[in-house]
Antibody
Framework: EVQLVESGGGLVKPGGSLRLSCAASGFTFSSYSMNWVRQAPGKGLEWVSSISSSSSYIYYADSVKGRFTISRDNAKNSLYLQMNSLRAEDTAVYYC??????????????WGQGTLVTVSS | DIQMTQSPSSLSASVGDRVTITCRASQGISNSLAWYQQKPGKAPKLLLY???RLESGVPSRFSGSGSGTDYTLTISSLQPEDFATYYC????????FGQGTKVEIK
């Protein structure tokens, strides 16, 4: 069974840092691009960042560029999101999502269950 | 960046109704469009990709169409389990979601 499990969320003060992790299982992790998507409370979905299978290509939404860093460890089947200089508007559930297919599959499937990040003093 | 405009933002419908949701891209996206269903407290679920390809296991009452900048999700006969929020997403250039459409019970 394909599974994605996020961890690392929690309460952090404005200006602080947090590192999210996503553990993948049930598929060949090193063959797929991976993504982070977030959803603020009561709001819609917002794409955050994507990383290609070999980490050669990395993309960020303008709202997080320069503050967030996506990375992966194919040996550990894990995806990460380092979040620095956090702001109240970064408060959201953060989802890890795989690309739908290994090549040129830009849709997201499957998704993890999400981890809540709250930025508040 | 490509912007996605989804409409309506919400709608009320009855069981058995035909429901249509529209997504318009700020530039042509060559059918690089997916649709998701999300229920409260749950992760989104993929319904369709490549504008009209039904994901395995998704009921055939869901269908997608469109080309260029304009795309449509249709639910042919709304079922009780279909009351949820629906999102479109383009993957032609990076990724962008529409604002969502909440389908509520009339």
């Amino acid at each position: 069974e394909v599974q994605l499990v996020e961890s690392g969320g929690g309460l952090v003060k404005p200006g602080g840092s947090l590192r999210l992790s996503c553990a993948a299982s049930g598929f060949t992790f090193s063959s797929y691009s991976m993504n982070w998507v977030r959803q603020a409370p009561g709001k819609g979905l917002e794409w955050v960042s994507s990383i290609s299978s070999s980490s050669s290509y990395i993309y960020y939404a303008d709202s997080v560029k320069g503050r967030f860093t996506i990375s992966r460890d194919n040996a550990k089947n894990s995806l990460y999101l380092q979040m620095n200089s956090l702001r109240a508007e970064d408060t959201a559930v953060y989802y890890c999502a795989r690309d739908g297919i290994a090549v040129a599959g830009g849709w997201f499937d499957p998704w993890g269950q999400g981890t809540l990040v709250t930025v508040s003093s | 960046d490509i912007q996605m405009t989804q409409s309506p933002s919400s709608l009320s419908a009855s069981v058995g109704d035909r429901v249509t949701i529209t997504c318009r891209a700020s530039q042509g996206i060559s059918n690089s469009l997916a649709w998701y269903q999300q229920k409260p407290g749950k992760a989104p679920k993929l319904l369709l990709y490549a504008a009209s390809r039904l994901e395995s296991g998704v009921p055939s009452r869901f269908s997608g169409s469109g080309s260029g900048t304009d795309y449509t999700l249709t639910i042919s006969s709304l079922q009780p389990e279909d009351f949820a929020t629906y999102y479109c997403q383009q993957y032609y250039s990076t990724r962008t979601f529409g604002q969502g459409t909440k389908v509520e019970i009339k």
